[in-house]
Structure formats: structure tokens, C-alpha cells
């Protein structure tokens, strides 16, 4: 099946447990929750993104014919900055990675030694093969995938609270600030459930903090 990608780039991951890790991101092109246009956004299922996801007109960005030539890409990305094949990392994201990511792309980049990371809204099963996996619930859907290595709340939200995820298997619990107008009382509040609530850590956006993609 051909893959349709916005983007493909290589940075650290700002987020979550990996903060700080050299990665390629490999950002799928759609959503199952957002059309992806700003006169739709009022109307998503889930209303607060922060990336642009849709066509194929990013840095790497296009059309995949096959899981091996996307794979190439990616390696190629990672060759183009390092010649350390062993830490060989990427970051499946998007728009929502698992609408598109399948056995063959996973096949193809395990073959090229990549370690692989998703990011996803939960609304999805994760195919068998991922190293990491990190659920961001959104409002209103059911979660369908309610394990893997980490849960990563965009906080606040009002019809989702931690408390509905925090008996869930995941290894790591993270709130979130919700980027946007009100990111600094978002973060504040963020910090004070983290204190009264331990089994929750901060996650910053870090890459937005110094200016990296
Ligand atoms: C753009 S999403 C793509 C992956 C997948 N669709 C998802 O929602 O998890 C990547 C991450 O950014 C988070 N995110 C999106 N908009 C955000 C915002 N305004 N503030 C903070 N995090 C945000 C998502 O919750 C998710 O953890
Ligand atoms: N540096 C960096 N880290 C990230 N972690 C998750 C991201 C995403 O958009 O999925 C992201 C992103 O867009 N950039
Ligand atoms: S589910 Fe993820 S990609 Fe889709 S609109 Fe929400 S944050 Fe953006
Ligand atoms: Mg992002």
C-alpha cells in the first residue's frame, strides 16, 4: 500500500519519557478526528491541534509507493545526520499514524535497524512490533488501545480527567499543557495536579521551548 506522508524530518523528540532523543518523525498526512482545516476546527472531534497534517508538502513529505522506499527515506534522514546506525530511532505521528502505519512499514524499518515509536490518539489498535507506544486520549472517543508505555494527557480538558486513565497499563503518566491562548494557566494547573497527584509527571513541548521542529 502506498503511504501518504506530510512530512518527514529528523530532530529530537520533545515529548514524554524520550525527551531529548535524536529521532526521525515521520508524520503521516490526515486524522480521524480533524479534517485538518482551520473552518473545521470548531466542528472536530478533537478542536485543539497543533500541527498542520494534511497533503504531502512538508521537508520529505510525499507520496510512499511502498513500505521499503518510505523506509529508505527514513534511513537516508538518519544517515544524513549521523553515521550511528544503532540508535536508529523513529517516531510515527501525524495526524493519526495508525490509520496509515501497517506490518510492511514496520517489517521494513525493524529491517533497517530502526527502533520505532508511535504517537497516537487511542482510537486505533497498534499493530504487534512497536517498541514504544504513546496514547493521547481525545474528548469523546472511546480508547481502544488502553495499554502501552505511555499515556500523555493534553491538560486541561474538561471531559477528560486523569482520573478516568490512571488505573490504565501504561508505564509512564504525563499531563500535558494544552498549547494555545491559555498555555500558561494550562501549565500552571498542570503543575499543581502533578503535585497533588504523583503518579502524574509534567510534559513540556521542549522542542517549542527552543525553537526546533
Ligand atoms: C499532533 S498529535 C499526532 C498524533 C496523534 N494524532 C495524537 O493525537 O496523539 C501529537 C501529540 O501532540 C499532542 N498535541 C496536539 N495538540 C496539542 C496542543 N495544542 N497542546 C499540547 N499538546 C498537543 C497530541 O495530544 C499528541 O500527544
Ligand atoms: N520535536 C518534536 N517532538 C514531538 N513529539 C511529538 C510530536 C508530534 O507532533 O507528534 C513532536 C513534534 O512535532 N516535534
Ligand atoms: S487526534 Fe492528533 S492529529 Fe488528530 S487532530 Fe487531534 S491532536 Fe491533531
Ligand atoms: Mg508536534
Known amino acids: 500500500m502506498a503511504y501518504i506522508i506530510k512530512e518527514l524530518f529528523a ?17 503521516f498526512a490526515g ?6 482545516r482551520e473552518e473545521d476546527r470548531h466542528k472536530a472531534q478533537c478542536n485543539f491541534c497543533d500541527t498542520d497534517f494534511i497533503g504531502t508538502n512538508g521537508p520529505g513529505g510525499g507520496r510512499f ?3 521499503d522506499s518510505l523506509a529508505e527515506a527514513l534511513e537516508s534522514c538518519w544517515r544524513a545526520h549521523t553515521d550511528d546506525a544503532a ?6 505521528t501525524g ?20 527502533t520505532l515509536a508511535v504517537e497516537t490518539n487511542g482510537t486505533l489498535p497498534a499493530p504487534a512490533g512497536l517498541d514504544w507506544i504513546c496514547v493521547s486520549p481525545k474528548p469523546g472517543q472511546s480508547l481502544v488501545q488502553t495499554h502501552g508505555h505511555e499515556l500523555k494527557l493534553v491538560y486541561p480538558q474538561p471531559s477528560l480527567t486523569p482520573e478516568q486513565f490512571a488505573g490504565l497499563a501504561f508505564q509512564h503518566f504525563w499531563l500535558q499543557p494544552m498549547d494555545g491562548p491559555e498555555r500558561i494557566a ?7 495536579y ?10 513540556l513541548q521542549t522542542h517549542k521551548l527552543i525553537g526546533i521542529a
Not at 87 to 92: A, G, M
Not at 194 to 203: E, G, K, M, N
Open 11 to 27: 530532530t529530537l523528540q520533545g515529548e514524554g519519557a524520550h525527551a531529548g532523543r535524536a529521532a526521525i518523525f515521520c508524520r
Open 31 to 36: 486524522c480521524n478526528l480533524w479534517s485538518g
Open 65 to 67: 509507493a511502498h513500505a
Open 87 to 92: 540508535h536508529r530511532y523513529v517516531v510515527f
Open 95 to 114: 495526524g493519526e499514524p495508525l490509520l496509515q502505519l501497517d506490518d510492511a512499514l514496520i517489517k521494513a524499518t525493524k529491517a533497517r535497524g530502526f
Open 186 to 192: 494550562n501549565t500552571r494547573h498542570a503543575v499543581q
Open 194 to 203: 502533578c503535585q497533588a497527584h504523583p503518579q502524574w509527571r509534567l510534559s
